[in-house]
Structures are given as structure tokens and as C-alpha cells.
């Protein structure tokens, strides 16, 4: 099982949130790894196994996402080793076939390490490449759009992101039309811009662990002019109504909101994370 890398992270996150356009490789490529590559890997840093033996990436493709994740579709053969490959432990996925170059995208454990002596022929199966987001926050529609883009290299065009509440839990398979969402009072979705756009904005992508984006501006949704009940959860979707649900968040303080409460996130106080 495997997960992205801060690099994806802050390119998804940019390029969903910021319409910062990342375009993926046409072909991405398995590397064999004997060490643990970590979330910050570089195509030069990620205890890949040494340029000789007749080592090389080879070329990977990737079946249509679901459930949350993507895996293999195709059995992957690397050349047969004319010398000790060391210990393979972990995979990466890179955007490059070059040896000590390109851009990690995922890196994982393999099941059961593997030492590669001279004369062993590696090769890895049909699905036994999986890269998978966990359960909560990000949506299953955008889990789904994101691995299709960055390892099929599906379309998914940046959208417009628009901040919402609800008054009861929202879930991974939830839609914008499908969350229960706070109505009347002249209650709205408020949107929130790419970074250099029209206030509110963005600020761009931090690559860490996690990697985020949040709001580089106050977001204040329309004065209540009646009661809106309790808020327990808030949203981003890519609607003003109904729409796809992108990231959510059940953890937020309840609140009852009356009439002429103001509802705001002051600068930098919602964070979109991905780890």
C-alpha cells in the first residue's frame, strides 16, 4: 500500500485550490527502492537501488481508480540483474525513467522484502502496486478525480471552491446536494478565490507533513437575517449549489447561529491538509 508524496500534495493542492495547472507525466515509472523513500522524495534522494546490475525503472500502468484507490493493471518485468540489487524494500513511482531524476510521485512498502542477487528476474503483479487515500475529509469524488489525473493522467480541470456548513456529519460519499446543508436566512456558500484573485483567496500550497493550503484572507459568509440552527460541519465544493463535495470537516466547534450572527474564518484559520 502506498501514499503520494509532499510533491503531488502541493501540485494537487495548487491545481485544485489555485488553479495552478500541474500536468502529469504521459508515462510514469516503478522504481526499486532499500530503503524508505519518505513523503519528501526526489528522483536523486530516495535510497533507490544503485545504477548498476542492470538495474533500470520500468514503465507503469495504472487501472481506472475506485474505492479510494489505484492500482497496477499490468504485471511490471524489470531486466534480469547481473549483480546484487541489495535488499528491495519499498517502491516509488516517478515521473522519469532516468536514474537519480524526475519527480516522486507515491512511494509504499512492499508486502515482504526481497534481496535481488545476480541472475533473479524481478517482476511485480497485476495490482500489487496500490496507492490509496484513508478514509475522512477528502471526499471519495475527489480521492477518485485525483488518482485518475496523477496516475492516468484523466482530465480534471482546477474548479471554482466555494465554502459551505451543515448541520449533521458529513460523510466520504456525500455530494453538494446530498450534505445537510444550512438553508434560509439568507444562508449562501461563500467562494473563495485562486491566489492573486479577488479577496477571498488561497494562499498557495506549503509542502510538508502535511503539505496545505488555507485561506489567505478572512471568509465571511452572508450576515444571517434568520436562524440557521447549529453548524457542526463545514465543506468545500466546487458549486455555489449542489455540485461535487471536495474536502470537509466534521471536527469544527458547533455553533448556533441567529439571526444577525456573522460567520467568518479569519485569515489562515481553515487549513486544506493532506498527509
Given amino acids: 500500500m502506498g501514499s503520494i508524496t509532499n510533491y503531488l500534495e502541493t501540485k494537487l493542492l495548487d491545481h485544485t485550490l489555485n488553479g495552478v495547472t500541474y500536468t502529469p507525466a504521459a508515462t510514469l515509472y516503478l522504481a526499486l527502492c532499500t530503503a524508505d523513500p519518505t513523503d519528501a522524495a526526489t528522483g536523486a534522494s530516495m535510497n533507490e537501488v544503485a545504477d548498476s546490475g542492470a538495474y533500470a525503472r520500468k514503465a507503469i500502468a495504472f487501472g481506472a481508480a475506485a474505492s479510494r484507490a489505484i492500482a497496477n493493471n499490468a504485471q511490471v518485468s524489470f531486466d534480469q540483474a547481473t549483480g546484487s540489487w541489495g535488499t528491495v524494500t519499498h517502491f516509488a513511482i516517478v515521473d522519469s525513467a532516468t536514474h537519480g531524476a524526475g519527480n516522486v510521485l507515491a512511494t509504499g512498502a512492499l508486502s515482504e522484502s526481497k534481496s535481488v542477487v545476480s541472475g533473479n528476474t524481478p517482476s511485480v503483479a497485476i495490482g500489487e502496486v496500490e496507492i490509496s487515500f484513508s478514509a475522512g475529509e477528502i471526499s471519495d469524488y475527489l480521492s477518485v478525480a485525483w488518482l485518475d489525473f496523477a496516475f492516468r493522467n484523466q482530465a480534471f480541470s482546477s474548479p471554482s471552491t466555494y465554502v459551505g456548513l451543515t448541520t449533521a456529519t458529513i460523510g466520504d460519499s456525500d455530494t453538494g446536494s446530498t450534505v445537510t446543508e444550512v438553508s434560509g436566512g439568507s444562508y449562501a456558500?461563500?467562494?473563495?478565490?485562486?491566489?492573486?484573485?479577488?479577496?477571498?483567496?488561497?494562499?498557495?500550497?506549503?509542502?510538508?507533513?502535511p503539505s496545505y493550503v488555507d485561506n489567505a484572507d478572512a471568509i465571511t459568509l452572508t450576515t444571517a437575517t434568520a436562524s440557521w440552527g447549529t453548524a457542526t460541519s463545514m465543506f468545500i465544493a466546487d458549486a455555489a449549489t449542489a455540485g461535487n463535495l471536495l474536502f470537509y470537516d466534521n471536527d469544527m466547534a458547533d455553533q448556533a447561529i441567529g439571526t444577525d450572527d456573522i460567520v467568518q474564518f479569519a485569515a489562515g484559520a481553515l487549513d486544506v491538509q493532506v498527509s
Avoid at 193 to 198: D, F, L, Q, S
Fill in 189 to 209: 456558500r461563500k467562494q473563495v478565490n485562486v491566489n492573486g484573485g479577488a479577496s477571498p483567496t488561497w494562499d498557495l500550497a506549503v509542502s510538508g507533513d
